[in-house]
């Protein structure tokens, strides 16, 4: 089965920048079938897409709340999704979950839902300090 662990969260103070990493394991298919999402649950909250990417790496789409800060990009050879995080804000604190699935959609202006998703990561906490 394809495994994801991902790794690279912190303690950071706001306006500083993390980038995610998202490895992948364990899998049959090409990964140029398989799209990546990125999600976070903040305490009390449910979890929210951040971004996503299609498998070719050609697509990719980002929370309004994320846009203009936040970079998704795949390096498919070395089997890593990333996410680079800069300008945090105190609000970006969560746990950050990479996930997969060769049936998810990643469309620009369209919801990232955590639905579409089978495979999941363990997650990453990201801490934002105010």
């Known amino acids: 089965q394809l495994q994801l662990v991902e790794s690279g969260g912190g303690l950071v103070q706001p306006g500083g920048s993390l980038r995610l990493s998202c490895a992948a394991s364990?899998?049959?298919?090409?990964?140029?079938?398989?799209?990546i999402g990125w999600f976070r649950q903040a305490p009390g909250k449910e979890r929210e897409g951040v971004s996503c990417?299609?498998?070719?790496?050609?697509?990719?789409n980002y929370a309004d709340s994320v846009k203009g800060r936040f970079t998704i990009s795949r390096d498919n050879a070395k089997n890593t999704m990333y996410l680079q995080m800069n300008s945090l804000k105190p609000e970006d604190t969560a746990v950050y979950y990479c996930a997969a699935d060769v049936m998810a959609t990643c469309r620009t202006a369209t919801a990232i839902s955590p639905w579409e998703y089978t495979y999941w990561g363990q997650g990453t906490q990201v801490t934002v300090s105010s």
């Open positions: 364990g899998f049959t298919l090409d990964l140029d079938y398989v799209a």
């Open positions: 990417i299609s498998g070719s790496g050609s697509s990719t």
